[in-house]
C-alpha cells in the first residue's frame, strides 16, 4: 500500500516542465516536416541534373567507368578470331 501511495504522490507532484508542451512538440514536427521537404526538393533536384548528365556521357560514348567506346573495324575482329583472343 505504501508502495502505491507513493506512487499516486509523485504522479500528483510531477513538474509539469517535464511533460512536453503539446504545441511545442506540434511546432517542431513541423519544422522537422519543412526541413525534410526542402531537402528532398534538393535531392529531387540534384538526381535529375545528375541523370541528364549520364545521358550526355552514354551519348558522347563515354560509357559508366569513363573509358571510350571504340569501334572495331573488320579487319581487327578478324585478327582476334584467328588468334583465339574471342
Given at each position: 500500500m505504501k508502495m502505491t501511495e507513493n506512487l499516486r504522490n509523485n504522479v500528483e507532484n510531477e513538474d509539469e516542465s517535464i511533460?512536453?508542451?503539446?504545441?511545442?512538440v506540434v511546432t517542431r514536427a513541423?519544422?522537422?516536416a519543412a526541413r525534410l521537404e526542402a531537402a528532398n526538393k534538393v535531392m529531387a533536384e540534384s538526381i535529375k541534373r545528375m541523370e541528364a548528365?549520364?545521358?550526355?556521357?552514354?551519348?558522347?560514348?563515354?560509357?559508366?567507368?569513363?573509358?571510350?567506346?571504340?569501334e572495331e573495324?573488320?579487319?581487327?575482329?578478324a585478327k582476334k578470331v584467328l588468334n583465339g583472343d574471342l
Open positions: 511533460v512536453p508542451n503539446n504545441d511545442d513541423n519544422e522537422a548528365l549520364r545521358v550526355q556521357e552514354t551519348l558522347g560514348g563515354k560509357t559508366s567507368v569513363n573509358v571510350e567506346k571504340k573495324s573488320p579487319e581487327d575482329y
